[in-house]
């Protein structure tokens, strides 16, 4: 699993943000990844799924990758997506 360091750092912020419980109005989340390559995605995709969804019980609004580039299908479904936030 690979997930960058910054990413990482993200991570352990947010454990200290709500540890032992999460603020009262977080309910929804979801994750967008961009990346040059496909395949470095799975490490981040597991943290969120443990961390997140069953450590936070918070509901999964899905996951978007984009690998090497931006295009109008990808911004389409990250434009749904923030709407489904709401």
């Not at 977080?26 to 990346?35: E, T």
């Amino acid at each position: 699993m690979l997930i960058s360091g910054l990413l990482k750092c993200v991570i352990d912020r947010f454990y200290s943000a709500v540890y032992p419980t999460k603020p009262a109005k977080l309910k929804k989340v979801a994750m967008i990844l961009c990346s040059g390559d496909a395949d470095m995605y799975e490490g981040a995709v597991f943290s969120y799924k443990g961390d997140f969804l069953d450590y936070l019980g918070l509901q999964d609004m899905g996951v978007i990758t984009v690998a090497g580039g931006v295009n109008r299908k990808k911004l389409k479904e990250a434009e749904t997506l923030g709407r489904n936030l709401k």
